[in-house]
């Protein structure tokens, strides 16, 4: 059978299995638009590129799958390389495809040319120019096979318009020809057999389980081994939920805003258990005073990440679930010599969480404190819901008081922290899990970003919840500002009513509340959570002086952890107290 390339894109995205894609059409691209009007495939048209590719990631978070997308050349390309960057350091499977220029006319700087796979390859796992319309077939399925496999991540096929143009016979190719690419799932037996060893020995192990266990579908694997051998978890910020909060071994979040008790269990710890973890600058703190008293085991399935920043004691390459598992039957084979007393540092730090609980100062009524404004949101959506944060207070905030069950119930963008992430990623989300709630919790700076993809959930019927933590400032920047430049706020405030965003919702026909007292919240949300069949925005007004603590100041050691604004304007005015005239410490 002959086909255009276009149409062997198409066919090629279907025999994957894929079911939906998020895109928008252009010159470069159209010959692909065309046949789209008779393929199986869903297409989510959104207002921007970038927005296109964080639906993508949004999909592929929550559903373990391959998030698509697909634009033309150009300044299109370009706006996705944003989001091919946040899927690149957060290892979300993605696969975009761009159109480029007819290949006679690439290199001549013609209309909308772009050198995409050159721009992109710093953050795509792979990318490709295809060549001949004969590769297309073979190019997008080693695409989609590399994307998900491995350290999952984005991957980029960049396909000329003559060669999408040009007809080739439709043949599905059964074999993959990727030399050199050959990841490696299994654990070393030996390594993994030390890694039980040392475990065993340990008097205050922790497991430092990291996002690529979420990636990794690993869960089980990991509430297996952690209730066998008694093994407290610490989940980070990518991590939330692959353990349940609820757990009596769960010990917090750790990191930069991290639990108290978590930070403080790296401290204390002397085997760190990191699982699909990289040890980056936001969980240590100050690398060279991180966890000083632990040993390491350290599994990842990119070797490039082991011993990268910490040295590594035992380090297993391999597959998040398939070495915990392996870790598990080991460990369960040897149970009654393996096993370590853990009672003594468990029941410590119980009491370390309960001793340094989050703290919330709520008046009982007007003012409402943001971290009220995400309990109640959880308290209205429950434990069913997915939630979706942008960037900065408000996903801290979300991050530390929901409780979370599950993997994949938490999405957000932890590595490159890119701001408009929730507003895309949550519709994106939604069209991969139609039948589950979604929640996206954002600031009002994030939702200004791509709040226009409302429009793109409005038409295509994803009905996501947007709740505006709207505090009337960029609210981590003004927290820097507070904290580390004397107060002098500098180009952070954003009027409340700039946009009104109940209008907003408006102007988009869909509804919209607000709630400016805590008498109001939980009404609102109720009434929100009420609505059935379109997108709500909620916007809730906050107190904009509140701030996020706990605290590690950047590049401060985890051992100085600051649990709130007073303790933190307390110890700077004890040091500056010590300071003589000369503003050297004092002997």
Known sequence: MQVTGAQAVLKSLEALGVDVVFGYPGGAILPAYDPMLDSSLRHVL????????????????ATGRVGVCIVTSGPAATNIVTGLADAHMDSVPLLAITGQVASTAIGSDAFQEADVTGITMPV?????????????????????????????????????????????EWRWPEHMDLPGYRPTVRGHGKMVREAIDLIAAAERPVIYAGGGLVRA??????????????????????ARGVFPDSHELFVGMPGMHGHYAAVKAFQETDLLIALGARFDDRVTGDLAAFAPHAKVIHVDIDPAEIGKNRAVDVPIVGDAKVVTGQLVRVAADRIDRVKPDTRAWREHLTTLKADHALRVDQPASGVIKPQTAIRAIYDVFGDEAVYVA???????????????????????????????????????????????????????????????????????????????????????????????????????????????????????????????????????????????????????????DEMVFPMVPAGASNDEVVESAEEWFARKQAIEADLPGDGVPAE
């Open 390 to 544: 942008g960037v900065g207070q408000h996903q801290m905030w979300a991050a530390q008081h929901i409780p979370y069950s599950r993997a994949r119930q938490w999405i957000n963008s932890g590595g490159l922290g890119t701001m408009g992430f929730a507003v895309p990623a949550a519709i994106g989300a939604k069209a991969g899990l139609p039948d589950t709630p979604v929640v996206a919790i954002d600031g009002d700076g994030c939702f200004q970003m791509t709040f226009q993809e409302i429009a793109a959930a409005v038409q295509h019927d994803l009905p996501v919840v947007f709740c505006v933590i709207n505090n009337g400032f960029l609210g981590m920047v003004r927290q820097w500002q507070s904290l580390f430049y004397e107060d002098r706020l500098s180009e952070v405030a954003l009027p409340q009513d700039l946009p009104d965003l109940v209008k907003l919702a408006d102007a988009y026909g869909i509804p919209g509340f607000r709630a400016t007292t805590v008498d109001e919240l939980e009404p609102v949300l109720r009434k929100a959570q009420e609505v059935t069949g379109q997108p709500v925005i909620v916007d809730l007004r906050v107190d904009p």
């Open 46 to 61: 959104v207002r921007h590129e970038q927005g296109a590719v964080h639906m993508a990631e949004g999909y592929a978070a």
């Open 217 to 238: 579908g690993a869960a089980d694997e990991l509430y297996e081994l952690a209730t066998l051998l008694e093994l407290p978890v610490v989940t980070t910020l990518m």
């Open 124 to 168: 795509t796992k792979h990318n490709e120019l295809v060549g001949s319309v004969e590769r297309i077939a073979a190019a997008i399925k080693e695409a989609h096979h590399i994307a998900s496999t491995g350290r999952p991540g984005p991957v980029l096929v960049d396909i000329p318009k003559d060669i999408l143009n040009a007809t080739v």
